[in-house]
Nanobody, 124 residues
Framework: QVQLVESGGGSVQAGGSLRLSCAAS????????MGWFRQAPGKERERVAQ????????YYADSVKGRFTISRDNAKNTLYLQMDSLKPEDTAMYYC?????????????????WGQGTQVTVSS
């Protein structure tokens, strides 16, 4: 049974930093696509960043490029999201996702395993 547990969320002032972690158990896809999504109240879920085996290896939403960095430690089965220069518009629940379809990345709920989420709040 796959379990994803996020941690590292919290409250921070604009310009600050947070590092999210996602510990995966029961998941053997070290070469599979994993990523971070977020959802703010009243808004649709948004793909933030994904990491995969491929020429570029990472995807970032335009809104976070240059500020967020996704990485993974396969030895620890852990996914990270380093978030710098945080803005109030980054406030959301952040979810870890791990692909059910191998190395291919998907934004569809049914194609991923999901964690319970960790709240990030950025104040101005």
């Amino acid at each position: 049974q796959v379990q994803l547990v996020e941690s590292g969320g919290g409250s921070v002032q604009a310009g600050g930093s947070l590092r999210l972690s996602c510990a995966a158990s029961g998941y053997t896809g070290s070469r599979y696509c994993m990523g971070w999504f977020r959802q703010a109240p009243g808004k649709e879920r948004e793909r933030v960043a994904q990491i995969y085996t491929g020429p570029d290896g990472t995807y970032y939403a335009d809104s976070v490029k240059g500020r967020f960095t996704i990485s993974r430690d396969n030895a620890k089965n852990t996914l990270y999201l380093q978030m710098d220069s945080l803005k109030p518009e980054d406030t959301a629940m952040y979810y870890c996702a791990a692909s059910k379809i191998g190395r291919w990345c998907s934004t569809r709920a049914e194609d991923n395993y999901w964690g319970q989420g960790t709240q990030v709040t950025v104040s101005s």
